[in-house]
């Protein structure tokens, strides 16, 4: 069955990187947009980022200029550079795409989640 597979959360100080991979996997017809998502305990999911398949980006306003979302098609992944992280960035991050599936259904599909933890 299709599924989204994450890895690269852990534990950072402020001001360090992390890098956030997402892979899909199963029996895929086509992936549409890719993005990714936080959130923290009591929270609403925020987005982070997206990308479209043919690559234009968006980013929320707090991490403009520190995060950086990219894709590789041919490998049905998604990744998310974060750089200069701060506290405020602690969360469980989870990626999301648009997938068509071997029946032909075009669905939404959120990985399991990652926890990223910023602090000294």
């Known amino acids: 069955q299709l599924q989204l597979v994450e890895s690269g959360g852990g534990l950072v100080q402020p001001g360090g990187s992390l890098r956030l991979s997402c892979a899909a996997s199963?029996?895929?017809?086509?992936?549409?947009?890719m993005g990714w998502y936080r959130q923290a305990p009591g929270k609403q999911r925020e987005s982070v980022a997206g990308?479209?398949?043919?690559?234009?980006?968006n980013y929320a306003d707090s991490v403009q200029g520190r995060f950086t979302i990219s894709r590789d098609t041919a490998k049905n992944t998604v990744y998310l550079q974060m750089n200069s992280l701060r506290p405020e960035d602690t969360g469980v991050y989870y990626c999301?795409?648009?997938?068509?599936?071997?029946?032909?259904?075009?669905?939404?599909?959120w990985g399991q989640g990652t926890q990223v933890t910023v602090s000294s």
């Open positions: 999301n795409a648009k997938i068509l599936g071997s029946d032909y259904v075009l669905r939404n599909y």
């Open positions: 990308i479209t398949r043919d690559g234009s980006t």
């Open positions: 199963g029996r895929i017809l086509s992936i549409g947009a």
